[in-house]
Each structure stands twice: as structure tokens, then as C-alpha cells.
């Protein structure tokens, strides 16, 4: 079992910059794919990056590419997402996931799930 929560949302101007946090409790977190969604008003959940359970590989959705960087630190429990040059297209509600297994930009196959953070951004 893993609980996750994310933290660092917030409103920021257009070209700003935000760091999203994502703590998970368990022992075995290390061995978890992570991944990050959003979900704006009206719109289906859609992927944004996740990242192996060793860090080494990582994919991002071509909206977010080159302006956001996913990271973890499996000694803490942790993963961040860095969001740099926001639009406001990027407005939504920002979700941390947990698979199981190999990563995946598809939410259904994520096994765990955070409450959100909201991430507003202003033109």
C-alpha cells in the first residue's frame, strides 16, 4: 500500500515557476513507477511525465517538454515535478501516481493516487 500527497501548487504568473512535491509513505516506494497527471476543468486526466522506479528514465508529454522536469529521491520517498515557463494551458489540477510496475502515460494503469494540488496560472 502506498498513500501519496502532493504539495506546491499555487498561482503563478505566465513564465513562472513552480516546484510540485509528492511525498509517499511505504517501505517499497523505491520499487514504484511514478507519474504525474492533470486534470483541467472539463477535461479528461492527462499524462505529464513519469519516471522509473531508478530514476534513469523519464518521458514527458510534448506540451510540457523542455519546460518541466521530473525527479525523485527514493531515500526520502519523494517526487518532483519542476515546472518552468508556465502557460496557462497549464492550468489543472496536478496529481502524483504510483504503478506497480513499468511506467506508463496511461492513469488507468496507475495503481495509486494523490488528492491533487492546484496549479493556476495567469496571462
Known amino acids: 500500500q502506498v498513500q501519496l500527497v502532493e504539495s506546491g501548487g499555487g498561482l503563478v504568473q505566465a513564465g513562472g515557476s513552480l516546484r510540485l512535491s509528492c511525498a509517499a509513505s511505504?517501505?517499497?516506494?523505491?520499487?514504484?513507477?511514478m507519474g504525474w497527471f492533470r486534470q483541467a476543468p472539463g477535461k479528461e486526466r492527462e499524462f505529464v511525465a513519469r519516471?522509473?522506479?531508478?530514476?534513469?528514465?523519464?518521458t514527458y508529454a510534448d506540451s510540457v517538454k523542455g519546460r518541466f522536469t521530473i525527479s525523485r529521491d527514493n531515500a526520502k520517498n519523494m517526487v518532483y515535478l519542476q515546472m518552468n515557463s508556465l502557460k496557462p494551458e497549464d492550468t489543472a489540477v496536478y496529481y502524483c501516481?504510483?504503478?506497480?510496475?513499468?511506467?506508463?502515460?496511461?492513469?488507468?494503469?496507475?495503481?495509486?493516487w494523490g488528492q491533487g494540488t492546484q496549479v493556476t496560472v495567469s496571462s
Open positions: 501516481a504510483a504503478r506497480d510496475s513499468y511506467g506508463s502515460s496511461w492513469p488507468d494503469e496507475y495503481d495509486y
Open positions: 511505504g517501505r517499497t516506494f523505491s520499487r514504484y513507477a
Open positions: 519516471i522509473s522506479w531508478n530514476g534513469r528514465t523519464t
